[in-house]
Nanobody
């Protein structure tokens, strides 16, 4: 079973930035499309950004122009650079496969945007 370990969350003021990382325990990481998801209190988990095996990206409208997803296949890691953060970005952020392949969810990383 692939394990996913997210890190990089924290408390940040509105307008600030954070960079999230997610390490996946699979040597086949490069062939999988990966996504970043988030779940705010009382809301369903939603896709924030995704990146295909060849680097094609996709973003939720709410984060376009502010968030950037990237991957380093040599490190089996996917990143989410988050800029111009807003209070509504507050949530637990998770990574997982995007599309047909998904694994058990990791513990996520908490992002709190507040002054």
């Amino acid at each position: 079973q692939v394990q996913l370990v997210e890190s990089g969350g924290g408390l940040v003021q509105p307008g600030g930035s954070l960079r999230l990382s997610c390490a996946a325990s699979t040597s086949l990481f490069a062939i999988y499309a990966m996504g970043w998801y988030r779940q705010a209190p009382g809301k369903q988990r939603e896709l924030v950004a995704a990146i295909g095996s060849r680097g094609v990206t996709n973003y939720a409208d709410s984060v376009k122009g502010r968030f950037t997803i990237s991957r380093d296949n040599a490190k089996n890691t996917v990143y989410l650079q988050m800029n111009s953060l807003m209070p509504e970005d507050t949530a637990v952020y998770y990574c997982n496969g995007w599309g047909a392949v998904q694994w058990s969810w990791g513990q996520g990383t908490q992002v709190t945007v507040s002054s």
